[in-house]
Nanobody
């Protein structure tokens, strides 16, 4: 399971860091990412990070956010700066996980954490 936390209510221009912990039996974790979904919108990728630490960002978050991971703790983080009201959404963490050595990678999603940015 993936457990996301760190969301909240912040004013525009402020920063927020999201946390996501992978729990349960883990053999390996490949790509990890953060997505978000605002009301009435499709879920969209915010940022992703490979096992080797290669990162990609959505244009809307490039330069304002940093995704990182701790492979020892099975955690992925998203630091967001200069938040804007348009960043208001439910943020979901995602990971490709193999639970056993003989099992393929499967997609796992966290439960989502609400981020609300006021103007």
């Amino acid at each position: 399971q993936l457990q996301a936390s760190g969301g909240g209510f912040v004013q525009a221009g402020k920063s927020l860091t999201l946390f996501c912990a992978v729990t349960g039996s883990i053999f390996s974790i490949n790509n990890m990412a953060w997505h978000r979904q605002a009301p009435g919108n499709h879920r969209e990728l915010v940022a992703s990070i490979t096992l080797a630490g290669v990162t990609t960002y959505a244009n809307s978050m490039k330069g304002r956010s940093t995704i990182s991971r701790d492979n020892n703790k099975n955690m992925v983080y998203l630091q967001m700066n200069s938040l804007e009201p348009e960043d208001t959404a439910v943020y979901y963490c995602y990971a490709e996980i193999s639970r056993r050595s003989w099992l393929p990678l499967s997609d796992y999603w966290g439960q989502g954490t609400q981020v609300t940015v006021s103007s």
